[in-house]
């Protein structure tokens, strides 16, 4: 069973999902941020930094991105839905937002084929990376789970 979460847990949610998105944004511009420099408006001040309007960006981005995750990957408003086909619909309206984000914050430009196949693949990595994280994180509960049930079968058969 879920438990009952506060309005504290989704500003914990937006704000780890904050910090992540930024450190990948750092390294994006450490790494390719002066070659980036007159391209994209994520990377205006090159190596230098991310300025505050991306930062704004990229916090109403993790703001959409936890917004996504209530919606499909809590029993809140989908119930009778498999854990796959969830996982496939949030991934597929985070999509869906950065798109969105890309066209309207001008994030690169609109007709460069290069721009949008690195976005694909940087997503399609992401997604990759947060499944192999996610499968970790529930075995290692499951594995907990499994000792805390066989310590409660000892103490009881004894």
């Given amino acids: 069973m879920e438990e009952k979460k506060t309005i504290f847990n989704y ?15 750092i390294v994006f511009s450490i790494v ?10 994520l990377f205006v001040m090159g190596k230098a930094g991310l300025s505050t309007p991306i930062l704004c ?7 959409m991105i936890t ?13 009778n839905m498999s854990m796959i086909i969830r996982n ?10 950065m798109v969105i984000m890309i066209i309207a914050f001008k994030w690169f430009p ?12 940087s997503y399609v990595i992401s997604i990759i ?8 994180r529930e075995r290692t ?12 079968i000892r103490k009881d058969n004894n």
């Avoid at 496939?88 to 937002?97: D, G, I, S, T």
């Avoid at 509960?141 to 409660?152: P, V």
């Fill in 32 to 41: 390719i941020g002066d070659v980036a420099k007159g391209y994209s408006s």
């Fill in 110 to 121: 609109l007709d460069d084929m290069t721009a949008w196949i690195g976005f694909i693949i």
């Fill in 11 to 25: 500003i914990s949610q937006i704000f780890a999902t904050y910090g992540i998105i930024v450190l990948i944004f």
């Fill in 141 to 152: 509960e499951n594995s907990k789970m499994q000792e805390a049930l066989d310590k409660y």
């Fill in 88 to 97: 496939v619909l949030l991934f597929l309206a985070v999509m869906v937002v």
């Fill in 67 to 79: 917004l996504a995750q209530i919606v499909f990957l809590t029993d809140r408003w989908i119930v």
């Fill in 57 to 63: 960006e990229l916090l109403l981005l993790a703001v």
């Fill in 129 to 136: 990376i947060s499944a192999l994280v996610t499968r970790l």
